[in-house]
Nanobody, 125 residues
Framework: QVQLVESGGGLVQAGGSLRLSCAAS????????MGWFRQAPGEEREFVAA????????YYADSVKGRFTISRDNAENTVYLQMNSLKAEDTAVYYC??????????????????WGQGTQVTVSS
C-alpha cells in the first residue's frame, strides 16, 4: 500500500509561484506512475499533470501547459509540481495520486489506486 502526503500549498498572488511536494512511502516513486489533480469548490476533481514510470513521459492539462511542471526525485521518493504564473482559476485543493499499474490511464481518477489528503492552493487576483 502506497501512502502519499502532499505539502507546499498556500496563498499566493496572481503571477506568483508555488511548488507542491508529494512524499511517498511504502513504494519507491521510481516504480510508480504519479499524477496531480485538483478540485475547486463545487467542481469535479480534474486532471492537472502526470508522469509515467514505464515510459518517462509527462502529461499536462491544456489549462496548465507551459506553466506547471511535474518532476520526481527518486532519492527523496518525492514527486513535485512546480506551478508558475499562477492564476485565480488555479485556486483549488491539489491532490497527489499514484498507481503501480503498467496501464496508465493518467487522466482518469480510476487510473490511480492511492491518493493523498490534498493541499490547498489559493491564488489571489
Amino acid at each position: 500500500q502506497v501512502q502519499l502526503v502532499e505539502s507546499g500549498g498556500g496563498l499566493v498572488q496572481a503571477g506568483g509561484s508555488l511548488r507542491l511536494s508529494c512524499a511517498a512511502s511504502g513504494r519507491t516513486v521510481s516504480a510508480l506512475s504519479m499524477g496531480w489533480f485538483r478540485q475547486a469548490p463545487g467542481e469535479e476533481r480534474e486532471f492537472v499533470a502526470a508522469t509515467s514510470w514505464t515510459s518517462g513521459n509527462t502529461y499536462y492539462a491544456d489549462s496548465v501547459k507551459g506553466r506547471f511542471t511535474i518532476s520526481r526525485d527518486n532519492a527523496e521518493n518525492t514527486v513535485y509540481l512546480q506551478m508558475n504564473s499562477l492564476k485565480a482559476e488555479d485556486t483549488a485543493v491539489y491532490y497527489c495520486a499514484a498507481t503501480e499499474s503498467t496501464v496508465f490511464n493518467y487522466r482518469r481518477l480510476s487510473g490511480y489506486g492511492s491518493w493523498g489528503q490534498g493541499t490547498q492552493v489559493t491564488v489571489s487576483s
